[in-house]
């Protein structure tokens, strides 16, 4: 296995060096926002579906964060229209992974629909730039998810769709099966009067409470985002980023349907209720939290990894990642894919007190092709749907290599990674001795 990196380094408002290290400064944060409809009309629809951006502005250097309920989302053409017509230097995607979009039912290609969609709400966002304030904070509490990788007396995991006489058909016993990141992330853009009109809510779990329904639906992000934007007076726009669940199932998921003629109902009150309860805990963060400084300082790094095939090593990944540093107090790891819940957990626990807010962006496009599934080590040894079933999965350990990465570019960020040789050379102290004391009597 061969790894390589390219380098996107931008540390923003004019930073200077001092001994080799980078010390950002601070200046004016200006900010847009917007949400555009992206249902197709020709659907059957149960709820809509969405984009939502954020642009930041730091001195003259554009990041564009588009929320999609979609599975997933990646456009060369996006990026390079979004660059030459808004000057967005930094396009990220951020996929709900929902499972109700189109894609599940129907026959009709709208990747070029929601492409102009996308670009429509990126040009919404800067037409309406202010100047804003940022602020973040955390909360855990008990988990709306659980590992679908269940382990079986044979000691390796299989799906939760895979029952036997122990484990039911998509645990309906909803059984925490863990670990998982309980923790919502939460990142607030106010106006200069302290109005709220940006929340991100950050929650690892795949957006699949609903699935096989045969209808549009944005599933519990949607939901949870309908209802933040309202305790808002929908003064807000509420984007969701997932995290990494690229193992973990909604406790609320309902059963499927077999097929469009299934005259089996989808119940969405569930997917409401796991909505209700993620928005009232990120709520409350949002409600909590306020700036330390209307001045603002973001470092950014770019970086990639090659990768090879787990069984078929003729094939190859090269993995882009971006890891963002705010006010020294926010650290952002973007990639995409979907991965495993405890490459998250492992992460942050590292970071521990380095920074106060360390929030992982899942199923984030930068550039590239997605790697698809990422299994931790030990979860792709345990096996099963995402971590040994397909034969053009990632190689093994990939996941904590992308991680450790994201790791020492933060260090790197915030200025304690020195870029040249360290000082070096002693000053030799004092010479000492042991000498022995006898009794002289």
């Not at 895979?162 to 939460?186: C, F, K, M, Q, T």
């Not at 973990?248 to 998921?253: E, G, H, K, Q, W």
């Not at 705010?326 to 973007?334: G, V």
Request: charged share 20%.
């Amino acid at each position: 296995m061969k790894t390589y990196s390219i380098f996107l380094f931008i540390c923003l408002l004019f930073p200077f060096v001092s001994n080799g290290q980078i010390i950002p400064k601070k200046n004016k944060l200006l900010a847009g926002t917007a949400k555009v409809n992206i249902t197709p009309i020709t659907e059957p629809v149960h709820d809509s579906i969405y984009a939502r951006c954020l642009v930041l502005e730091n001195q003259e250097k554009r990041f564009a964060f588009v929320s999609v309920d979609l599975p997933g989302m990646e456009s060369d053409r996006v990026k390079q229209l979004c660059k030459e017509r808004y000057g967005i230097d930094h396009l990220l995607i951020c996929a709900s992974h929902n499972h109700s979009a189109p894609f599940r039912f129907s026959k009709t290609n709208y990747s070029a629909f929601y492409e102009e969609q996308v670009i429509i709400c990126v040009q919404a966002a800067l037409s309406g730039l202010f100047e804003a304030t940022i602020c973040a904070g955390h909360k855990s509490f008990p988990q709306l998810g659980f590992i679908r990788l269940i382990v079986r007396d044979d000691g390796h995991a299989r799906e939760s769709w895979y029952y036997d006489e122990l484990h039911s058909y998509l645990n309906r016993e909803r059984i925490p099966y863990g670990p998982v990141d309980d923790e919502v992330g939460v990142v607030k853009i106010s106006d200069m009067k302290g109005n709220p009109k940006v929340i991100l809510m950050n929650y690892a779990c795949h957006a699949d409470a609903v699935c096989d329904n045969y209808e549009v639906s944005a599933d519990y992000p949607g939901a949870a985002a309908r209802r933040v934007e309202e305790a808002f007076g929908h003064q807000v726009n509420c984007l969701f980023v997932n995290g990494a669940g690229g193992n973990v199932a909604p406790l609320f998921t309902v059963p499927r349907r077999t097929g469009p003629d299934d005259p089996l109902k989808t119940d969405y009150s569930q997917m409401e209720k796991m909505g209700e309860i993620l928005a009232y805990e990120t709520v409350k963060v949002a409600k909590a939290i306020q700036p330390q400084s209307p001045e603002t300082s973001i470092c950014y790094i770019e970086d990639s990894l090659l990768f090879t095939g787990r069984f078929d090593k003729t094939i190859s990944f090269n993995v882009h990642i971006a890891t963002m540093l705010i006010n020294d107090d926010i650290l952002i790891a973007l990639s995409p894919g979907e991965l495993f819940a405890q490459l998250a957990i492992d992460w942050k626990k590292k970071i521990g007190g380095e920074v106060a807010h360390p929030l992982f962006f899942g199923y984030t496009w930068i550039a590239g092709k997605s790697p698809g599934y990422v299994p931790d080590i030990k979860g792709a040894a345990l096996g099963g749907f995402g971590a040994d079933q397909n034969d053009k999965g990632i190689e093994v350990g990939a996941g904590e290599q992308l991680m450790n990465r994201q790791y020492a570019n933060y260090f790197k960020l915030s200025g304690l990674m020195r870029n040249q040789i360290g000082p070096s050379g002693f000053t030799r102290g004092p010479r000492w001795e042991v000498k022995l004391i006898t009794d002289s009597k």
